[in-house]
């Protein structure tokens, strides 16, 4: 074929597709059904097209021409489809069901291929492998009619994430089942569960870390090409491929696999490592290319059609109909027995029974069965009638899932209630016309008198206003209840919440790493409140206030081994999503008092005003403790924070000015440039002051104080500095021995045997009578805020006992403190001394407090203080 002739047979099909989408908009039809219906006329107009004129007729006749093999679907078109959709999808709603989405996408697949292939197979004569074969062609589904619909209908985002999850997922699997059947059909493999088992896990689990490897490695050139947008979106395109072919021809692993996580990746980490800009020209083109790719799929599987049904028999049609039945019936299994079982779980996700209808009925089969079909057909070394079989059926198939559930599936969503608004919805939106209609009526009016309009006219508008304002307050809005209001509510700033540190990224307020932090927790408290209202977000808020996981890690790390790095890298983390969370905070209270009092009442506005107070509270709570204890970083934080906002308003002001054309273009990036460089200062972070070493610690404990220089050097080598979160409890044991603590800064919180409440500050001691007496002795211990410990195990300290004097004699003036304290407190509880005995809520306390009056001053020696009036009542002394 000429070159000439390809590119008007593809300028003709792009030119058709074009009109596709607001004609299947205007005929109801799912966009899909409406390309196969025309994939399939034009297959047949390619055989009888003699009567058409010239032009009409050299078109048809190139695409007559056109070279469509299996390879052309899967190397030309799945590898767009594949990454245009994980591209789009979030990784983190993504992994929150990935139980789930693995269930429903492998278990579907496998339960389809046996369930097919042992039906066909008692029903038909052409054996249990070829029948396996088609059972894993018609496995997998594509999700483009459900989900479209889920959209119009407003289903929940998990539900929607679910579904695509499970298309992109089952494709690997129907594929690499499709694959180890082949082998065994083509006398290259033999048929055995370990086999097949085999062969999948290696190809799907092989093709996740090349994928991951290769989407990090995208990622990270991202950052060399950022300014650049244009060489981003190609650098994109041309991982769709590579991911795909490589992963296949030369790692022997799954490309589909590959290119789904690829994409995964780059959609997880691009809108946060690449400018904002980038990343939204990066998300249009991959539309329009996916756009592209499912409409010429689609057009030339469907025109394939006719060729495919050419030597169809009765038979056949029986066996259509029962491969229709038996995969219905295989998907029932998964929808409403796995499913809900999986919904019990903290791996799955609870899905109504509307929402199970439609995601039966809705697995429509499509593109990607019809290439595994023809691929089929292209196999020689298969016997004729094996290959007509399997294109017959699964092209049968296909145009059932399509022209029977396809065209049903809109009735059904009706049918089901699922496209109506509930009655919530329906105030919202009535109060909403009610509010925009008023303001709209005084705004027409003042622009009336302004430009000098006839005051009949301006009088005659304000009547449509009054007259739809009425009319919408005359409706029969059904009266809510404060709870359902305060539902509505939460679930607007949930999604404000997520919009606003979107604009912070955009503004280049908060850097990505931070974003992906804040985004990924923001996206799961908006799905949280959406379920369960306000008790969703104060469980939301006490989740997000939490510690991450890599925290934990970082600080396990930290306390078996020393090691500091990673957890200053989660500490300055920690710091920065703080302050960032402080900020919308406050915007979201502004946002509610101003915006939803007006909608919602001022009762519901002022529970969910104050329910995002006490959440701020918390945050400047948190952001207090640490501010105390690193307050260098704390400044140079706010000073960072408030820089790149003033950055950000100086940026947009500039934009202003070039598009009112006050400023060229040049001008514009010189400016930008001035920006940049006025505060790259702040780019350099102070150190957390957590790195302190050993010997600067215990210079800041006063016990230390006279003790030799040679005892500091074997103290510096024995401590083991250790950080304490606040609330953390401190244990002391360690590793089967009993240790003691110096507190180098922050405070600690003893809890007496009798309730009472004692704070230990810098300089101070805990554990050193359990070490002395080998004995246990101390209460419960907490931390108050990120408090900086020095540990001693008992082994360490006998040795630096008899090796300084002085060490021995200041640890034993504290024992005995410590001793006589708890032997007056006995006294009081026991009766032994002249005053009544205590209660139990403070007896120890004031115990320790009598202690002094035997033993001379506890503070200079670095006992535990004297306990106050608050500590003596058992409330909290950070209160």
């Avoid at 059909?185 to 999948?200: A, K, Q, R």
């Avoid at 689990?205 to 090349?210: E, I, T």
């Amino acid at each position: 074929m000429q070159i000439g002739q390809f590119v008007f047979g593809l300028a003709g099909l792009l030119g058709l597709v074009a009109f596709m989408p607001p004609l299947a908009g205007r005929l109801r039809l799912p966009y899909s059904v409406l390309l196969a219906l025309i994939g399939f006329a034009l297959g047949i107009l390619l055989h009888l097209h003699a009567w058409a004129p010239k032009m009409v007729s050299d078109f048809l006749s190139t695409l007559q021409a056109f070279d469509i093999s299996s390879e052309t679907f899967l190397y030309a078109f799945l590898p767009i489809l594949l990454f245009e959709t994980s591209l789009a999808m979030n990784l983190r709603r993504l992994l929150d069901d990935i139980g789930a989405i693995l269930m429903m996408a492998i278990v579907a697949v496998v339960v389809c291929t046996f369930a097919v292939g042992y039906a066909l197979n008692v029903a038909s004569s052409y054996g249990l492998v070829v029948c396996l074969m088609l059972g894993a062609i018609v496995a997998t589904t594509d999700p483009v009619a459900v989900v479209g619909i889920f959209r119009e209908v407003g289903a929940p985002k998990r539900l929607s994430t679910l579904v695509e999850g499970e298309a992109l997922f089952n494709d690997a699997a129907s594929i690499a089942l499709y694959s180890v059947l082949l082998a065994v059909l083509t006398g290259g493999g033999e048929l055995s569960g370990s086999t097949v088992l085999g062969s999948f896990l290696f190809s799907f689990l092989g093709g996740g870390v090349a994928g991951f490897l290769m989407g990090r490695l995208a990622s990270g050139l991202f950052v060399l090409l950022r300014g650049w947008p244009a060489a981003e979106v190609t650098l994109t395109i041309a991982l769709a491929y590579l991911a795909f072919f490589v992963s296949e021809h030369y790692l022997g692993v799954s490309g589909v696999v590959a290119t789904v996580i690829s994409g995964l990746v780059v959609g997880s980490t691009g809108r946060t490592r690449m400018s904002p800009a980038t990343f939204e020209l990066l998300s249009s083109s991959w539309s329009q290319m996916g756009f592209l790719a499912n409409s010429l799929i689609f057009l030339f599987a469907a025109m394939l059609i006719p060729r495919l049904m050419a030597e169809i028999t009765w038979m056949q049609i029986g066996l259509v109909a029962l491969l229709f039945v038996v995969t219905l019936l295989a998907r029932a299994v998964m929808v409403f027995a796995v499913l809900p079982l999986l919904g019990r779980t903290r791996f799955g996700t609870r899905v109504s029974r509307p929402y199970r209808v439609v995601i039966l009925w809705g697995g429509l089969r499509g593109a990607v069965s019809l290439a595994l079909a023809l691929a089929v057909t292209e196999q020689h070394a298969i016997p004729h009638d094996v290959r007509q079989f399997i294109g017959v059926a699964t092209t049968g198939f296909v145009l059932l899932t399509l022209f029977v559930n396809g065209i049903s599936l809109r009735p059904l969503i009706r049918r089901l209630g699922l496209n109506q608004l509930t009655p919530l919805e329906r105030h919202l939106r009535d109060q909403a016309v009610s509010l925009a209609l008023e303001e709209l009526r005084d705004k027409t009016e003042e622009l009336g008198r302004q430009e000098q309009i006839k005051p009949q006219v301006i009088e005659r508008l304000c009547t449509v206003f009054e007259v739809s304002q009425a009319g919408v307050a005359s409706g029969q809005i059904q009266s809510l209840t404060e709870a359902q209001k305060v539902k509505m509510g939460m679930a607007i700033l949930s999604a404000r919440e997520v919009e606003l540190f979107y604009e912070q990224l955009k503004s280049q307020i908060v850097d990505w790493k931070t974003a992906e932090s804040l985004l990924s927790r923001a996206e799961r408290m908006n799905d949280t409140v959406r379920q369960a209202g306000l008790a969703g977000f104060e469980a939301a808020i006490a989740s997000d206030l939490r510690y991450s996981r890599g925290f934990r890690y970082a600080l396990r790390l930290h306390y078996l081994f020393g090691r500091q790095g990673w957890l200053v890298r989660e500490l300055d983390k920690r710091f920065s999503n703080l302050i960032a969370k402080r900020s919308v905070a406050q915007r979201l209270i502004q946002f509610a008092q101003t915006e939803l009092a007006p909608l919602l009442g001022q009762q519901a506005t002022g529970t969910i005003v104050q329910a995002h107070k006490l959440r701020l509270s918390q945050l400047e709570d948190a952001l207090h403790s640490l501010t105390l204890q690193y307050p260098v970083f704390a400044q140079w934080l706010q000073e960072s924070y408030l820089a790149r906002v003033a950055a950000a308003q100086e940026r947009a002001h500039y934009r202003t000015m070039l598009s009112h054309s006050l400023i060229t273009s040049e001008m514009y990036a010189d400016l930008v440039k001035q920006i940049t460089q006025r505060w790259r200062y702040l780019e350099e972070r102070p150190t957390l002051d957590m790195t302190m070493s050993a010997m600067e610690l215990i210079a800041q404990v006063p016990m230390f104080d006279g003790i030799s220089e040679q005892a500091k050097k074997e103290l510096a080598r024995r401590l083991r500095p250790r950080l304490a979160l606040p609330d953390q409890k401190i244990h002391l044991r360690y590793g089967g021995m009993r240790v003691m603590f110096f507190v180098a800064s922050g405070a600690l919180e003893l809890t007496l045997p009798d309730g009472s409440l004692v704070e230990l500050g810098t300089g101070q001691t805990i554990g050193e009578v359990n070490v002395v007496e080998h004995s246990d002795h101390a209460g419960e211990v907490r931390s108050l805020g990120y408090s900086r410990l020095l540990m001693l195990t008992e082994r360490d300290f006998d040795t630096l006992r008899g090796k300084d004097p002085i060490f021995s004699e200041k640890i034993e003036a504290v024992v005995r403190q410590r001793q006589r304290a708890y032997q007056v407190w006995q006294e009081f509880e026991s009766g032994q001394r002249q005053h009544e005995a205590l209660p139990p809520l403070f007896g120890l306390a004031h115990a320790l407090s009598e202690a002094e009056s035997f033993v001379g001053p506890l503070q200079p020696s670095g006992d535990i203080p004297v306990v106050t009036e608050a500590t003596k009542s058992g409330s909290n002394p950070r209160e």
